[in-house]
Every structure is written in structure tokens, then in C-alpha cells.
């Protein structure tokens, strides 16, 4: 018998095997989980020292807000966008001059990333969670001035209120063109190297934020936006973020 007579061979004792074997028959049943469900009493009382040592943590009091900010209180900066800002330039530049011997120049955050308010009364661990639930991290582009430029298109385009730090100052007009933008209180060079903190979804074109590639380095700091809010939170006993001329549009 030849090779191709015996893979014939094989190939037909296959198929006689695959048809007389049984198909075994499986059902299913759609399982409904919702408040209903009566906990398991040996895995709750497993569970529940963990929890409540968890929200110990996440209730621990770090400051105080005067008042409740959200991310609707202006039409393009916003005090608690501007709190978030800030905090990631004012946590981010020791540990980003440590690595590379240089300074944050601004910051530039998204609007979308800030998934809850910050209530007036204590603010908790927990409150930096709510604020910012995700993971992204802090990272810092280094992009000459042309793209600087042109992040500055995007921002005025996109007519939404994401938050920059205190060290850009950009300015609209009523046609959403940009009338002035200036890096600490600088016009932007077009041939100079600015140092961007952002994060990194971001970083990697989200919310079509295309402008940070290519660059002249990237740097990760290994730092959680929540993280940066956390430690800032504590630093102060009574949160006062205030919406001002950072990003602001004309009327005329």
C-alpha cells in the first residue's frame, strides 16, 4: 500500500469513527445575579475583615472641601479640572526632575477623565477614587514648540474644558480661533523643547490627542493620577480650587 493509499485509508476510518460516536447533548441555565442572591455565610465571614480593613482605608479623612466642584462649572476650565491640573504639575515635577535633571513645563489632562465631583464636606481616600477610577499613569513628552502649537488648535476646537495647568495661559476667540497662548507667560517657540506631564492614554492618541508623537523622549514616572491626587489631598487641610484665565474664550 503507498503512502497516499494509507492517508486515504486513515482519512476514511476517521470519519466512519467521528459518525458513529455520540454527541454528547449540553444544556445550560441562565443564572440571575442581582441583590436576591443570599450570600454564602462561610464566605462572608471570610470576606469581611478584608472589607472592612479596605474601607477603613478608603474613608480615611485627608482634607476638607469648601464647597462641591464638578467638571460643569465652566465652559473651559473648571475648578476641579484645574485642581487636578496642578496637582499632577505640582507632584509630578519632583519625581519627573529626579529622573531627568528637568522641570514639568505644563500639564494637559482630559475633560472625560474626571468621572466624578468632589462633594463639599471631608474628603476621603475614596473621594480620589471616585474622582479618578482608571489607571492611567503620568508620563511627560518631551514635543517641540510646532506641536505645542498645534495641541493648542485641538484645544480651542474641541470647545471643552480640559485641564491645563497654571502654566499655560490660552486664549480664544468667539470663532474658536486661537488669539494668544503663552508657556510661563512666554509666546511658544516653535524651536524649543517643552516638557508635557499628561497621561498615558492620552499619550497614545485618546481622545485624539495626536500631537504627542513624535517627540524628542518620553518619560514615565511610574505614577498613578490618583496616586498624584491622594498626595496632594493631603498636603493641605481645606481644598481651594477656583476656576480663573487659564483657558478662557472671548466674546468678540
Do not use: W
Not at 101 to 127: A, C, E, M, Q
Amino acid at each position: 500500500m503507498t503512502i497516499k493509499q494509507t492517508l486515504k485509508l486513515c482519512f476514511l476510518l476517521l470519519i466512519f469513527s467521528c459518525a458513529s460516536s455520540k454527541i454528547s447533548k449540553i444544556e445550560g441555565e441562565r443564572l440571575t445575579i442581582d441583590e436576591n442572591i443570599n450570600p454564602k455565610t462561610e464566605i462572608e465571614n471570610f470576606i469581611k475583615p478584608y472589607r472592612e480593613h479596605v474601607n477603613k482605608d478608603m474613608d480615611n479623612v485627608i482634607s476638607y472641601a469648601p464647597e462641591t466642584y464638578t467638571k460643569s462649572d465652566g465652559e473651559l476650565n473648571t475648578a476641579i479640572g484645574n485642581l487636578m491640573a496642578d496637582a499632577v504639575y505640582d507632584e509630578g515635577n519632583p519625581v519627573f526632575y529626579k529622573k531627568t535633571g528637568k522641570y514639568i513645563d505644563f500639564v494637559l489632562l482630559n475633560h472625560g477623565g474626571i468621572r466624578s465631583i468632589i462633594s463639599k464636606g471631608n474628603v476621603t481616600t475614596r473621594t480620589a477614587y471616585e474622582v479618578m477610577p482608571f489607571e492611567n499613569s503620568v508620563v511627560v513628552a518631551a514635543i517641540k514648540g510646532d506641536k505645542v502649537n498645534e495641541m493648542m488648535t485641538y484645544l480651542a476646537n474641541a470647545k471643552r474644558a480640559h485641564p491645563v495647568s497654571r502654566q499655560l495661559q490660552l486664549t480664544i476667540t468667539a470663532d474658536n480661533e486661537v488669539k494668544s497662548a503663552t508657556v510661563h507667560k512666554e509666546p511658544i517657540d516653535v524651536t524649543k523643547t517643552y516638557y508635557v506631564a499628561t497621561n498615558d492614554y492620552l499619550y497614545n492618541g485618546g481622545d485624539g490627542m495626536t500631537f504627542f508623537k513624535p517627540n524628542d523622549g518620553l518619560t514615565v514616572l511610574d505614577y498613578k493620577i490618583r496616586n498624584v491626587l491622594i498626595d496632594n489631598f493631603k498636603k493641605t487641610d481645606t481644598l481651594h480650587p477656583v476656576r480663573d484665565n487659564r483657558f478662557i474664550k472671548l466674546n468678540f
